[in-house]
């Protein structure tokens, strides 16, 4: 049988220390759980002074004829500011918004949207219901800095929502909201 040197064999376990010490270091600085940040998103779309890009438009119907960027802007400081959604998803808006202008000078309009950008639904269900569903049928994957929560709505009507979540600063953000 080999000897091992006795400061190699210090150096190892020292460095296995550092490792097994640093990963619950970073695990621990992550106070909540996606599961737990659905549950704070929820609550807070059922609060009633929600933004909502809507009052940042000039409509004909659905369709979009004017922008007003300095609103849009606003519109998106007060959801960044809410700290529910990521760098991604903020991103991603102002692309939206971007291209929607682009539309209008092109076409003398954009496509709007009629319906809740964050239930996708046009009779969004409760927040007692997207709770319960949350609750009680609905699973989490977590690989690493990201994270997918799906919810299985049953009522008031049955859809699966998918969130895909970041880890920003220790703190898990929503960056894709899809159902099916």
Same mark, same amino acid.
């Given at each position: 049988m080999k000897k091992i040197n006795p400061?190699?064999?210090?150096?190892?376990?020292?460095?296995?220390?550092?490792?097994?010490?640093?990963?619950?270091?970073?695990?621990?600085?992550?106070k909540e759980t996606p599961k737990q940040r659905m549950a704070q998103f929820y609550n807070w779309t059922g609060k009633e002074n929600i933004p909502f890009e809507g009052d940042c438009y000039e409509a004909d119907g659905v369709d979009v004829t004017k922008i007003d960027m300095k609103c849009i802007q606003k519109y998106l400081k007060s959801i960044e500011a809410t700290g529910l959604f990521s760098s991604i998803y903020i991103k991603g808006l102002q692309q939206e918004f971007v291209k929607k202008q682009a539309d209008i000078k092109k076409n003398g309009f954009a496509e709007g949207i009629d319906y809740d950008r964050y239930t996708l639904s046009q009779d969004p269900p409760?927040? %007692?219901?997207?709770?319960?569903?949350?609750?009680?049928? =609905?699973?989490?994957? +977590?690989?690493?800095?990201?994270? %997918?929560?799906?919810?299985?709505?049953?009522?008031?009507? =049955?859809?699966?929502? +998918?969130?895909s979540l970041d880890l920003e600063n220790n703190v898990w953000k929503l960056s894709k909201i899809e159902s099916k």
């Open positions: 400061p190699y064999s210090w150096l190892t376990i020292s460095l296995w220390g550092i490792c097994f010490v640093s990963y619950f270091t970073v695990s621990a600085q992550v409760s927040v %007692k219901d997207l709770l319960f569903a949350l609750n009680n049928s =609905s699973t989490t994957a +977590i690989n690493g800095n990201k994270a %997918k929560v799906v919810v299985k709505l049953k009522k008031p009507y =049955s859809i699966s929502y +998918i969130y």
